[in-house]
């Protein structure tokens, strides 16, 4: 992996060409490369992490129209879409918040600036298209039926509420999914950097990430108002609240990696967590909940403490 940083950074033509053939290689054999997606996007982030933004604009802009030349020429009009719509949902914001570290030094204002551009994007789908619910409905009882004719029935998908309050926040869950990989993108470029600045950084880096208390109490607000609300209001609330709370869940990693290194455990307990991650969904949320508490009552801190006073 630090051969493949060495070479993006290397110049400018070389990154172009990670990103473009990353790029556009995503949908020759999906959903096997779409991995690749999230690769092209980190090498752009590093790029304006370790040359600077305006080189990073510079690859992204060059390998963009790479990518869309070479799918207009195979003739596929619907992937030449689908690109534009990576470029925008992926590509930009990734450069948005590497550039946002690479200004600031701190990888909390970075994450946050993700977050920010996660709720501008579900506000812009409300304020544009109105009401997304009816055709997330009808898209979920597409999907029920084609399940249905290879013998296969989802019980819930019969129960008309049940189905509109799934159709009620699945803008918001697609939102957060595409922050997670752009926030994870941003990580792996990070990483790539301090692989060739100075091992190790990335890591002491990452345990000590904190949002801050302002970030937390908006979060807070907005779930409890969430909650307490009702109709429209209270569905973009509960989206709005599912994409302020991903980087949270990278601050409960944050948190975890750092505890399980100041008590002196193994990696096990870590391949463990990220197991529980892949396959329950809802320890995504517990770890979340967990980064989210750690505003006010610091766990890192806590731990070092008393292993001071232990001592």
């Not at 690859?59 to 790479?66: W, Y």
């Not at 609330?237 to 990696?257: E, K």
């Not at 979340?288 to 009552?297: E, S, V």
Request: hydrophobic residues 60%; aromatic residues 8%.
């Amino acid at each position: 992996m630090k051969a493949l940083a060495e070479y993006i950074v290397r110049g400018r033509w070389q990154a172009v060409l990670v990103v473009s053939v990353a790029g556009g290689l995503t949908y020759l054999l999906p959903p096997i490369t779409t991995l690749l997606n999230y690769l092209a996007a980190a090498a752009l982030a590093l790029v304006t992490l370790h040359v600077g933004v305006l080189a990073g604009l510079q690859v992204m802009l060059i390998a963009s129209l790479a990518v869309l030349l070479f799918y207009q020429l195979l003739g596929a009009q619907t992937i030449v879409m689908l690109l534009l719509l990576l470029v925008l949902a992926l590509w930009v914001p990734c450069w948005l918040a590497a550039a946002v570290l690479q200004q600031t030094r701190n990888l909390g204002h970075a994450l946050k600036a993700i977050a920010l551009f996660g709720g501008c994007a579900l506000l812009a789908v409300y304020g544009y298209f109105g009401d997304p619910v009816p055709w997330w409905i009808e898209r979920l009882q597409a999907i029920a039926a084609m399940l249905a004719e290879n013998g296969i029935t989802l019980q819930g998908f019969s129960d008309e509420e049940l189905l509109k309050g799934i159709a009620a926040l699945m803008t918001g869950m697609l939102v957060a999914s595409l922050i997670v990989g752009v926030a994870g993108s941003l990580l792996l470029a990070r990483w790539w950097q301090s692989t060739l600045v100075r091992a190790g950084a990335f890591r002491e880096e990452f345990c000590s990430l904190r949002l801050g208390s302002s970030a937390g109490l908006l979060t807070l607000g907005t779930m409890l108002f969430a909650q307490f609300s009702s109709g429209r209001s209270s569905e973009l609330a509960a989206q709005l609240a599912m994409v302020m709370l991903v980087p949270y869940l990278l601050v409960g990693l944050a948190v975890i990696h750092s505890l399980v290194k100041q008590a002196g455990r193994g990696s096990g307990w870590l391949v463990a967590v990220y197991v529980l991650l892949a396959f329950l969904p809802q320890a995504a949320l517990l770890v979340a909940g967990g980064g989210l508490m750690d505003t006010w009552i610091d766990f890192r801190g806590r731990l070092q403490r008393r292993s001071a006073d232990g001592n």
